[in-house]
């Protein structure tokens, strides 16, 4: 689904270039735990940021907002790293781990840090910020050619499926559909987040559900081992596709909001 790093990437951009207030970035993030606090995850952070590594002296979500703002940053980009591929990330230590660990991060490049989101508990989410092993080369995914990938992912995964004979139609997947839909969170974007990387969003969204249900056991248990396991690979690329697809769309959100910052007088 749609992660929270998603929407602070986001909103705190817009915020950050003027085309955005305060508050709706925390009702925003609202969506995802109606309580966040903030911690440093090690020294550097927590000298950077003047954030405390002690949970019971955490932050608040307006501390980290100013504080993003005192460092001068412009640009909040979203990772989504899985094991294989943790571009981004600036290499090994503490950072790397935690994002590895909830697959999904914010990295500030123009400072090195990066922050990951982690639900403690029901209704609380911690933001724990980290200095970057080294600086992170962020790779520039362009949202038409994500968008098309994610196409042809689709029908290459619905031709390798029919190819395994584990594509038959489950009893009521549209409801299922619905039902997968329904619960996740109701996010808001920022006015002027750019229409096309809205349009990839929603279909990443759309078929992260259908992922969700095709990744199921099947009822009864009709799928060998084997079926399972070839089914599982089919369906990688996919999601590989779903998950470029989402960091193209809202990074090119933030370039956006950060572009039209520059071109204000």
Same mark, same amino acid.
């Given at each position: 689904?749609?992660? #929270? ?22 009702? *925003?993030?609202? *969506?995802?735990?109606?309580?966040? &606090? ?32 005192? %460092? ?115 996010? &808001?974007? #920022?006015?002027?987040? #750019? ?6 969003? %929603?279909? *990443? ?9 095709? %990744? ?10 084997? @079926? ?10 996919? *999601? ?20 039209? @910052?520059?071109?204000?007088?």
């Amino acid at each position: 689904m749609c992660r #929270p790093s998603a929407t602070l990437a986001v909103w705190s951009s817009a915020w950050l270039n003027g085309a955005a207030a305060s508050d709706d970035v925390l009702d *925003a993030l609202k *969506a995802w735990g109606e309580a966040h &606090d903030v911690v440093a995850g090690d020294p550097g952070a927590s000298e950077a940021f003047f954030f405390s590594r002690a949970y019971n002296r955490a932050a608040t979500p307006v501390d980290l907002l100013l504080a993003l703002r005192a %460092q001068g940053i412009t640009t909040v980009n979203l990772v989504l790293p899985v094991p294989g591929d943790v571009r981004g990330l600036g290499g090994g230590g503490l950072f790397t781990e935690a994002a590895l660990r909830c697959g999904e991060a914010i990295v500030l490049p123009e400072i090195a840090y990066g922050i990951v989101p982690e639900t403690i508990a029901e209704g609380l989410v911690r933001w724990t910020a980290y200095a970057l092993e080294n600086e992170a080369q962020l790779e520039y995914f362009p949202l038409g050619e994500s968008e098309h990938a994610l196409t042809d992912a689709i029908r290459d995964s619905a031709g390798a499926l029919q190819a395994l004979d584990v594509a038959s139609d489950r009893p009521g997947v549209r409801a299922e559909l619905s039902a997968h839909l329904r619960a996740r969170p109701d996010v &808001d974007w #920022p006015a002027g987040t #750019p229409g096309r990387a809205l349009r990839v969003l %929603q279909r *990443a969204e759309e078929i992260s559900a259908i992922l969700a249900i095709a %990744q199921l056991d099947d009822p009864g248990g009709a799928l060998s081992a084997s @079926a399972v396991t070839r089914r599982a690979e089919a369906l990688r690329p996919l *999601a590989n596709a779903v998950r470029i697809a989402r960091c193209a769309a809202v990074n090119e959100a933030v370039r956006v909001f950060a572009e039209q @910052a520059d071109r204000q007088p």
